[in-house]
């Protein structure tokens, strides 16, 4: 089982609707919790962090975490067709700062 | 604004050379360190380091080695390129405070080719 697991994709959404990515951890002791967005060819780029359970909103990102079930999403809203990217999910387990990433989800916003 | 900053962009190696990437930061992070990103395997931790003098290896550190020179720089050797190490590297800062981190900030990336 992999420490952090992702739907490769691609998600296909319309433009305007709402994007829902999910991702699933392992390790019960994880305790803070990122997305990051990655366009073709570039380098990962932070959008959202969160560390308690629930919903965490900015802008039209929200991050919703539930410790229990070991699970993290991100619902992106009023999809753009510049929000066409792969999305990683990352994790920081209890001991020590280092982020472990899933293999992240390609969404594609068609106009 | 420079974040974290690696040289070069872009290196082509023939099987067996040696060559070191450059990373430096300029937001006084404590936390440095190393990926490698392959397509289908996702970001993998070669190297970190937890504060200035201090290394540790990741989950895939086998022909790699690091130097943290200053609180600033953190470069990755690679003593005997091979074609396995093709790949984009990336190197990452991040600053915790106690229990929180803040997330990592990650440089543009070193596309490197072994043939």
């Known amino acids: ?111 | 604004n420079a974040g974290v900053t690696q040289t070069p962009k872009f290196q082509v190696l023939k099987t067996g050379q040696s060559m070191t990437l450059q990373c430096a930061q300029d937001m006084n992070h404590n936390s440095m360190y190393w990926y490698r990103q392959d397509p289908g395997m996702g970001l993998r931790l070669i190297y970190y380091s937890a504060s200035e003098g201090t290394t540790d290896k990741g989950e895939v550190p086998n022909g790699y080695n690091v130097s943290r020179l200053n609180k600033r720089e953190f470069s990755l050797r690679l003593e005997s390129a091979a074609p396995s190490q093709t790949s984009v590297y990336f190197c990452a800062s991040s600053e915790a405070w106690g229990r929180v981190n803040y997330g990592y900030t990650f440089g543009s990336g070193t596309r490197l080719t072994v043939v």
């Open chain 1, 1 to 111: 089982q992999k420490e952090v697991e992702q739907n490769s994709g691609p998600l296909s959404v319309p433009e305007g609707a709402i994007a829902s990515l999910n991702c699933t951890y392992s390790d019960r002791g994880s305790q803070s919790f990122f997305w990051y967005r990655q366009y073709s060819g570039k380098s990962p780029e932070l959008i959202m962090s969160i560390y308690s359970n629930g919903d965490k909103e900015d802008g039209r990102f929200t991050a919703q975490l539930n410790k229990a079930s070991q699970y993290v999403s991100l619902l992106i809203r009023d999809s753009q067709p510049s929000d066409s990217a792969t999305y990683l999910c990352a994790v920081i387990r209890a001991a020590g700062n280092k982020l472990t990433f899933g293999g992240g989800t390609r969404v594609l916003v068609k106009p």
